[in-house]
């Protein structure tokens, strides 16, 4: 798509690949920027470095969702790029974890992208043009050991991309899709993840760890040339190929590394 003066709204935009995304996007030429975030103060900071507008946004709730889609059409016009790139790491764990963390992960993760999806496509499809990208992971294309709510929501995101993909993003509707699979990058979210949970080292390390600014590069680049899956790591396009090529193989190396996971959990609980 074309970036040079168009208008973008990037959620969790105050952090991470989020802020990293909203100046890149800037210094790609995007002229109009808001920046959404649940942390309200520091979404203006960010916004304010790219003469944007910041806003305190919950993307775990429809009608925050459709008020910011309102909101930064009321001051900027149609929106032509909506990033969904908020997104939580969920607890550690299985099908122990609450129905509360679920849920909230569910809604965070899921529909935060489909709420976006219905409050803008009406406008894009009548207007021909405008771009939905989602922030997923590696971990929605390769199941993530240790955090199963982050997995099983991060494959529905790229499900949802698909499907808007396939039933909208046809080469007549002038409308693109994109989505982003990321493995590790240094941000506060893997840092805490690495903080809470030692082993995480172990299940991160599979691949190198890239900054933000790494990424969102990638992300824009990935945007800017109309593609609908976005890596930031080649390793990710290899364990896809992998997977595919020999299921049971794969599924037995994966259970392995849950092996040295566990390990490296009982020790650090032992020490
Ligand atoms: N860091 C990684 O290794 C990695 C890898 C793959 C995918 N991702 C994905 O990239 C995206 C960005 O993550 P990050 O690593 O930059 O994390 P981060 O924690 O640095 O940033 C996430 C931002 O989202 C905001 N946020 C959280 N919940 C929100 C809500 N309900 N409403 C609005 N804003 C909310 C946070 O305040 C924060 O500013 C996430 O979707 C994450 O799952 C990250």
Redesign the pocket.
Known sequence: MELQGSHAVV??G?????AALVRRLAGAGVSRIVV????GD?AQAVAAEVGGLGLK????HEEEIAGLVDSAEAVYGPVDLFCS?????GPYGGPEVTDADWQRTWE??VMAHIWAARRLLPGMLERRSGHINS?A???GLLANPGLMPYSVT?HAAVAVAEWLAITYGGPDSGVGFSCFC????A????ETWREEDPSSRLASASGDTIS?DEAAEALVRGIAEDRFLILSHAEVQTYMQRKVADNERWLGGMQRFQAQIDQARAEAAGS
């Open positions: 959620t969790g105050a952090s991470g690949i989020g959404a975030d649940i942390d520091a946004v919950d993307v775990g790139n908020a997104g939580i790491a965070i993760n922030t992971s590696a971990a991060k990321p493995q590790g990058v941000t506060p979210m893997l933000a």
